[in-house]
């Protein structure tokens, strides 16, 4: 168990509020929204600091948080969908723009999220295959997988948009 105390958690709010905000940023693509997902984060592992068994595992228990505040939002968020139109017909809507960086996250956004979410995990956080299985509740070996078949469909995704890019990583 880790003590409460007020300066360690402000050291630990200090240390990972940039990279939590920088995930959620990229998972829901609103600052504000991203800022306040965040925040809840850190007000739920305030409330749960004491159960914290840890110090090591503080940083996969924030993103475990974040990850749940993430799933809680889209919980309730209906989409806009219309159920009459075919899917094929939504995915070219858009304006096509030449930004390497736009055309990586619009390849993003169409993995698959068991692919996408361990990517994400591993490039923007910075977790080992090992960290990343049991935040996904998967084996060490399908995450391995998972990551594996994103980039592969990540280059796929990209090499057609952007020639430019020799390889994804």
């Not at 030449?98 to 956080?125: C, D, F, H, K, N």
Request: charged share 25%; aromatic share 8%; with cysteine.
């Amino acid at each position: 168990m880790v003590a409460r105390s007020s300066p360690a958690f402000e050291n630990v709010v200090r240390a990972y509020s940039g990279n939590l905000f920088r995930y959620a940023y990229w998972q829901c693509r609103d600052r504000f929204l991203a800022e306040d997902l965040v925040q809840e984060t850190f007000t739920r592992a305030w409330k749960a600091w004491p159960t914290l068994h840890s110090q090591e595992a503080v940083k996969s228990w924030l993103y475990s948080i974040l990850r749940h505040e993430i799933a809680r939002l889209y919980e309730r968020k209906r989409l806009g969908i219309d159920p009459d139109r075919d899917l094929d017909e939504l995915r070219g809507e858009g304006p096509a723009d030449p930004s390497v960086a736009i055309e990586m996250r619009e390849a993003l956004q169409e993995l698959p999220l068991a692919y996408r979410e361990p990517l994400l995990l591993q490039v923007l956080g910075g977790f080992t295959c090992g960290e990343i299985a049991p935040m996904l509740s998967i084996s060490e070996a399908t995450a391995m997988t998972h990551l594996s078949r994103a980039r592969s469909a990540l280059r796929k995704l990209v090499e057609p948009c952007c020639p430019q890019l020799e390889q994804v990583k």
